[in-house]
């Protein structure tokens, strides 16, 4: 017999280490792309009375995702939603393959929407199961319906295919060029906002038209895109896991310029008794804390629309930047003093109507036209 | 020195008559044996015999001076002192036997040599040679746009010529050496001396001479005995058809082994990132010589990587693909019946195939396979529903990165790595690529070439290299040559035995 020799050993110890490394990860949890139910969006919903929760998947159909050669689907809808009910969001997880045939993939979904009623009742447990989760992802947007869920989760939007696609794209523009849409809106900032005592202002989400939708072609066939589609307007203030009120537009831009975010809004402004439509940007940003709070904002403003009026000179210029800075601080001034009453927070300021606001603007875009016609 | 016994009338004759039937017994009557008998012109006494393989040597020179001196009578040459092995006319010892003679004499006809028997005088032989060979080519599998492009010959002399043109030096040695029982085939190492290290020189000397066999077809017959490890898909020998490339590494200090009949030049040591460059980037300037080797890296990448991490992606880690591609992929995968597994392995099998028969069909039938494979194979497969698009897409995309590699060997060893990684990847995900890729730097690290670390200049780390690796620098500021990679074998005297 040969003996063992370290020579001899070594294959055979190299084999068996490869061996076990494949019971570490085995081609039996390996899943094919074919196999997933993939997530667009996810609509919660709960019963304040009965605790009952209702969970609506939107599945996308991938038979209608368009290739080189055309979509295979014809007018089968892009997505299906897929409702399941039940006391707990384990139950609904353990009964939902009574419906779907396949595995469900939540990786991919791109908003969560939450019924008003669920979310004036409270989100805790929401934000808890979707941050326990493995694959869930805790950067997406949460909304809040401002219809009934089943209606909105039922709505195909047009031009975007997947409702949740549409949504996150607009949310995305709203941010960056109405500013009423915040940066803060993801269900792990929702967490973070409740833990410091502060608020987190979500988008919410509509109908319009015919909502819901009876079939795809319905959409696809139709010009009008108000016919049937989704609709982010106003936000909803959340604390304690718990919508408190609603803010309208002008609140919005309000509460987002003194939260510092930047992005670009449009606002019409008296200057000299003339109106003038001026899109303006947070420039730069600062605060002071203590005893007296102070919030300093440099606005940029752009021509881009400004087809009522135009200064002729410096000092018109002038003028008007003050007065479009004075507008805007006595807005923000305004809107501190209704805080309180409508349940909004700023980070660590406790007394929102002492804060001392000042705000200067500075003319930085002109337009392609220096007197209008 | 030795008295020649002179024959005479009936002796001389059955001498030349029992040499040429032994001759031509020992070479199996060849059809290509031809034997003349020339009676001189001054005296009319017994034929002079010429033999010769006429498939070997030049006729013209044989008729215009072996046969015509035979005629003449005069039949000499001064020989230059110790110019034996290398003269045109030589003399077998006249102390032969007949069995003896007609053995060597066989064997310098088969080297191309005419062999001459004077009736009364010595039996001697002429270095006629004209061996079939092509004349001096473009390099096939090593094309530049830049630069010369003249290729090693099959034709040794031919090919130390082209070394010669390059290095004028009187440095430039070549050792010549018989290998092969059978072939006999000369091989050459070419090195510069004071430039490569004595211990590279030596390594190479005493394992070409430690090979024992039959055959030398090719250089590659030679590369397989002295190469230092014989388990692994990797060159550690570089071979190259350039002439230009053989003389650059020769002064880098390297060793070249040519091979009397091939075209292709051994080269050693060599690295890892060596295999990467390509003669053009010293042609070229630095900086796009710079970017041109990235993207070479970049396509070892693609090629080694690419099909294995779309099979890691698809099946065991789609929450990595982004959303509007993962929803593109999903809308492809609907019908098809194998999974992305099977369907990389299946295609990557193909392509080979297709690979293989596209280099061994003639070039007429090129046109056919093209239209078979990318029509029938790509887009009747893809619209069958047999296959997904993307699956295509993967390994046509690693199939042209594998040719972007200038180093052909090291292009087949990315195939067969390619493989392992698709397996590993199919069965443990992006997992089993981490293992693969740790198993695989573990081996490039253990291996050399002619005792020079294989991931040199990287690891062990000599930074004064770096201006020629993964950046090349401006030829002023290249640096020494040769490298101190190769410089350090000299430096440590390390045993470089593997």
Redesign the interface.
């Known amino acids: 017999m040969i003996p063992r020799t370290p020579r001899t050993r070594r294959p055979r110890a190299c084999l068996a280490l490869a061996l076990a490394a494949v019971l570490l990860a085995g081609c039996w949890d390996k899943t094919e792309l074919n196999e997933l139910a993939i997530v667009t969006m996810i609509g919660l919903d709960e019963d304040p009375e009965t605790g009952q929760i209702t969970a609506y998947y939107q599945i996308v159909n991938p038979l209608t995702s368009v290739t080189t050669s055309g979509s295979a689907g014809g007018d089968q809808a892009p997505v299906y939603t897929y409702t399941v009910s039940g006391k707990s969001f384990g139950e609904i997880r353990k009964i939902i393959y009574k419906m779907l045939p396949r595995k469900l993939f939540i990786a991919y979904y791109r908003a969560v929407v939450v019924s008003e009623r669920m979310a004036r009742h409270g989100m805790q447990d929401i934000v808890n199961i979707i941050q326990i989760q493995p694959t869930g992802r805790a950067s997406v947007p949460v909304l809040i319906a401002g219809d009934p869920m089943d209606k909105i989760m039922n709505t195909l939007t047009p031009l975007e295919m997947y409702p949740g696609e549409s949504v996150s794209l607009r949310l995305n523009l709203l941010r960056q060029q109405s500013l009423l849409v915040g940066k803060r809106i993801a269900v792990r900032d929702v967490a973070e906002r409740m833990e410091r005592s502060e608020c987190v202002v979500l988008p919410i989400l509509e109908t319009v038209g015919q909502a819901p939708s009876p079939n795809f072609s319905t959409i696809t066939g139709t010009v009008n895109a108000y016919d049937s589609n989704l609709r982010i307007t106003g936000g909803a203030v959340i604390r304690d896991y718990k919508m408190v009120a609603r803010l309208n537009d002008d609140q919005l831009i309000a509460y987002f310029l003194l939260l510092g975010n930047k992005g670009w809004f449009t606002k019409q402004f008296m200057v000299e008794g003339r109106p003038i439509t001026m899109n303006a940007k947070l420039g730069k940003f600062s605060r002071k804390l203590g005893e007296k709070p102070r919030i300093m904002l440099h606005l940029d403003l752009a021509f881009h629309y400004a087809i009522e009026y135009m200064p002729k000179s410096q000092a018109e210029l002038e003028r008007m930047e003050r007065e479009v800075a004075n507008k805007v601080r006595d807005e923000l001034r305004e809107f501190c003093l209704k805080a309180k009453q409508l349940g909004v927070t700023l980070p660590k300021i406790q007394n929102p109507e002492d804060v001392r606001i000042d705000v200067n603007a500075h003319l930085e875009h002109v337009s392609s036209l220096t007197r209008p016609f | 020195m030795p008295v020649r016994k002179r024959l005479t009338g009936d002796n001389a004759r059955k001498r030349e008559q029992d040499l040429l039937a032994r001759i031509r017994e020992i070479l199996g009557s060849p059809p290509d044996l031809v034997c003349h008998a020339v009676i001189p012109g001054d005296q009319a006494t017994d034929p002079a015999l010429c033999i010769y393989l006429e498939t070997l040597v030049n006729r013209s020179t044989i008729n215009d001076y072996v046969l015509g001196s035979l005629q003449r009578g005069k039949f000499s040459e001064m020989q230059a002192p110790g110019a034996e092995s290398s003269a045109f006319l030589q003399e077998f010892p006249p102390n032969l036997d007949m069995e003896e003679l007609a053995r060597q004499a066989a064997d310098v006809l088969v080297r191309g040599m005419c062999v001459v028997v004077e009736p009364s005088g010595p039996v001697s032989f002429v270095r006629v040679t004209d061996p079939k060979q092509r004349q001096v080519d473009t390099p096939v599998s090593e094309i530049s746009i830049r630069g010369p492009n003249e290729g090693l010959a099959e034709s040794i002399i031919t090919s130390l010529g082209l070394l010669r043109k390059r290095i004028n030096t009187p440095q430039l040695r070549f050792e010549s050496m018989q290998i092969g029982y059978v072939t006999r085939t000369t091989v050459v190492m070419a090195y510069v001396e004071n430039v490569a290290p004595d211990e590279l020189v030596r390594e190479m000397r005493r394992r070409l001479k430690a090979i024992h066999t039959d055959s030398v077809l090719e250089s590659a017959y030679i590369e397989e005995f002295i190469q230092d490890r014989a388990l692994t898909t990797f060159p550690t020998m570089l071979n190259t058809q350039r002439a230009d490339v053989v003389a650059g590494h020769l002064l880098d200090g390297k060793v070249a082994v040519l091979v009397d009949g091939s075209s292709y030049a051994l080269i050693a040591p060599v690295t890892f990132f060596e295999l990467f460059n390509s003669p053009e980037d010293y042609y070229q300037r630095a900086d796009i010589a710079t970017f041109i080797r990235w993207i070479r890296l970049l396509s070892f990448f693609i090629a080694v990587f690419v099909p294995s991490l779309y099979v890691a992606a ?3 880690h ?2 990595m693909i982004p ?1 509007a591609l ?11 019946p194998l ?3 099977a369907e990389v392995l299946l295609m990557e099998l193909v392509f080979e195939i297709i690979r293989e028969a596209g280099i061994r069909m003639p070039r007429v039938a090129g046109q056919a396979l093209s239209i078979i494979g990318a029509i029938v194979l790509g887009q009747a497969a893809v ?1 069958a529903g047999l296959i997904t ?1 993307a699956i295509v897409i993967v390994v046509s995309v690693t199939g042209i990165a594998n040719f972007v590699v200038p180093t052909y060997s090291f292009g087949i060893a990315q195939r067969l790595i390619r493989f392992t990684f698709v397996i590993l990847a ?4 992006l ?2 690529i981490l ?1 693969g890729t740790l198993f695989l730097i573990a081996h490039l690290a253990s291996l050399k070439s002619f005792g020079v670390p294989y991931l040199s200049p990287l690891a062990p780390a000599y930074p004064a290299d770096w201006r020629d690796v993964l950046f090349r620098a401006p030829r002023p500021n290249m640096g020494a040559r040769p490298p101190m990679f190769i410089r350090n074998l000299k430096k440590k005297n390390r045993n470089i035995n593997g």
């Open positions: 698809t099946t065991f789609q929450e959303g993962l929803l593109s992929l999903s809308a492809q995968r609907e019908g098809v999974p992305a597994f619209d698009a199919g069965f443990m995900g997992f089993g293992c």
